[in-house]
């Protein structure tokens, strides 16, 4: 599975977009990019994945490069309850979900 | 309804003891997975089960050992603990286990070995 480079932190503001970057340079072709997240004390929670198109759901979207060697998520208005670690994930057919160390998104009220 | 439980929440005890965490999933789902989270705050991954048959073993010391006694279940047992073993210990499940399916994760078992 490819690896992943994600900040250690961001800040944003309460209401406003949260764009959180993660680079995957060495993606291969049927890899897909997950994307979880990880409440203080909580249990990691999916958000989104895709593999080469932009995605969006209830909760976030996902922008995956046409290279596919970065994506962003997205996270339209952000809330003091989606500060969390966030988790760029990459991978194809393994079970194993190997998390890095994640961005810490701290929204500011 | 809770998707992925586990109990207990939070377990103390003392070195050399045997323990166990249980872990029930109501999603129907053929995989489950436990993974450890150190006081580093990083998550990997022990074991997954499908189908109660063990097709994950994160080169995870022997006196850890997973037991399912059916596809809704899947508990951790703990032989003669550590104190490295002391972390946070989470389960989750899947539908299928190929790897695409999302995972769902229980709220964690807080274990300290004294």
């Known amino acids: 599975d490819a690896k992943t480079t994600q900040p250690p932190s961001m800040d944003c503001a309460e209401g406003r977009a949260a764009n959180l970057p993660c680079n995957h340079s060495t993606i291969s072709g049927n890899e897909y990019v997950y994307w979880y997240r990880q409440i203080h004390s909580q249990g990691p929670q999916y958000i989104i994945h895709?593999?080469?198109n932009n995605e969006t759901n209830e909760m976030a979207s996902l922008i995956i490069t046409e290279d596919r060697k970065s994506s962003t998520l997205i996270l339209p208005h952000a809330t003091l309850r989606d500060t969390a670690v966030y988790y760029c994930?990459?991978?194809?057919?393994?079970?194993?979900?190997?998390f890095g160390t994640g961005t810490r998104l701290t929204v500011i009220p | 309804d809770t998707a992925v439980s586990q109990t207990p929440k939070y377990l103390v005890t003392q070195m050399g003891n045997d323990k166990s965490i249980k872990c029930e999933q109501n999603l129907g789902h053929d995989t489950m997975y436990w993974y450890k989270q150190d006081s580093k705050k990083f998550l990997k991954i022990m074991f997954s089960y499908n189908n109660k048959e063990l097709i994950i073993n994160e080169t995870v010391p022997n006196r850890f050992s997973p037991k399912s006694p059916d596809k809704a279940h899947l508990n951790l047992h703990i032989n003669s603990l550590e104190l490295g073993d002391s972390a946070v210990y989470f389960c989750?499940?899947?539908?299928?286990?190929?790897?695409?399916?999302?995972?769902?994760f229980g709220p964690g078992t807080r274990l300290t070995v004294l």
């Open positions: 989750a499940s899947s539908q299928d286990g190929t790897g695409r399916d999302t995972q769902y």
């Open positions: 895709g593999l080469k």
């Open positions: 994930i990459v991978k194809t057919g393994a079970n194993n979900l190997f």
